[in-house]
């Protein structure tokens, strides 16, 4: 299961603290992905990226941020302004614009709130 | 933008039944449908998808159909085993660019 990574698992954070989920390819995909998960709520988009230093607000942007300032290379920010950040967040990468391409996720990471 | 509405949120069957999965979606510049199958804890993966050229593709025991101008598409698996139990999510993209996914559904098949 090569090709996009996500670091760490599982994390945990306290209240009113940043932190920062990784998400790196190197399956030389121009478009990167970052999605939240909830049980009964499918895959939400958080942020995309279709080129480097270039992305864009998904649906459920608000107390997220994102760089890319690397081609393989998409971290999250989850902010003390996201007030229920508890899910689990997977990260996908797709190779071009075009919109026939598959999606690759990675193995996700489970954020906590304590 | 893009509404994609999956139904059924659960599904119960026999192993050797059949399962239907279907969805809907309302942006008609959409023409590509994946469908992934996610098991418990671990990352969506892709088991078919179709074109909006195409109104049905199979593989092996899963099919897909496409039904464009009523702007829905079903994931059918045959002879179902308990290894198909999984979370299936179908999704649609093309006018945008960005996949538009359902909310899932858990097929859970009983031995």
């Known amino acids: 299961d090569g090709g996009i990574t996500q670091s760490p698992k599982y994390l945990f954070r306290k209240e009113g603290q940043n932190v920062t989920l990784s998400c790196e390819q190197n399956?030389?995909?121009?478009?990167m992905y970052w999605y939240r998960q909830d049980p009964g709520q499918g895959l939400r988009l958080i942020y995309y990226?279709?080129?480097?230093?270039?992305?864009q607000k998904g649906d459920i942007a608000e107390g997220y941020s994102v760089s890319r300032e690397k081609k393989e290379s998409f971290p999250l920010t989850v902010t003390s302004a996201q007030k229920n950040p508890t899910a689990f967040y997977l990260c996908?990468?797709?190779?071009?614009?075009?919109?026939?391409?598959?999606?690759?996720f990675g193995p996700g990471t489970r954020l906590t709130v304590l | 933008g893009e509404n994609v509405e999956q139904h059924p949120s659960t599904l119960s069957v026999q192993e050797g039944d059949s399962a239907v999965i279907k969805c809907t979606y309302s942006?008609?510049?959409?023409?590509?449908f994946p469908w992934y199958k996610q098991e418990l804890g671990k990352r969506p993966q892709l088991i078919i998808d179709i074109r909006s050229n195409v109104g049905e593709k199979k593989d092996q025991r899963i099919a897909v159909t496409l039904n464009k101008t009523a702007k829905h598409f079903s994931l059918h698996i045959t002879e179902t085993q308990p290894e198909d139990s999984a979370v299936y999510f179908c999704a649609a993209s093309g006018g945008s660019y960005i996949p538009t996914f359902g909310r899932g559904t858990s097929l859970i098949v009983h031995p």
């Open positions: 990226s279709q080129i480097v230093n270039d992305f």
């Open positions: 996908a990468s797709r190779i071009g614009r075009s919109s026939y391409n598959e999606q690759f």
């Open positions: 942006d008609s510049a959409s023409n590509y």
């Open positions: 399956l030389n995909h121009d478009a």
